[in-house]
Nanobody
């Protein structure tokens, strides 16, 4: 089994910062892409940022220049540094990863349970 566990959410004022972390555990041989998605109340889940095992990153237009995604392949973690936060960034943030459990297995997609980030004065 594979588990993704997020941490680091909370309440912050507009203009503030939060750092989200996600750790993968379980039977893991390797992890391909890792990323963060978010879902605001009444809206669909949307991509925030993704990072490949080689470090190539992709960001949603809404967060470019404010958010930074990073990963530690040895620790099987992915972080999201969120700066200059806006009220519209309020959402549940979900960690996502494509995990190979054995050397020649296909990659399966896994989700964390989510962590709430609220931006409000």
């Amino acid at each position: 089994q594979v588990q993704l566990r997020e941490s680091g959410g909370g309440l912050v004022q507009p203009g503030g910062s939060l750092r989200l972390s996600c750790a993968a555990s379980g039977s893991i041989f390797s992890i391909d892409g890792m990323g963060w998605y978010r879902q605001a109340p009444g809206k669909e889940r949307e991509l925030v940022a993704i990072i490949t095992s080689g470090g190539t990153t992709t960001y949603a237009d809404a967060v470019k220049g404010r958010f930074t995604i990073s990963r530690d392949n040895a620790k099987k973690t992915v972080d999201l540094q969120m700066n200059s936060l806006k009220p519209e960034d309020t959402a549940v943030y979900y960690c996502n990863a494509d995990v190979r459990q054995w050397r020649f297995s296909k990659a399966y997609n896994y989700w964390g349970q989510g962590t709430q980030a609220t931006v409000s004065s």
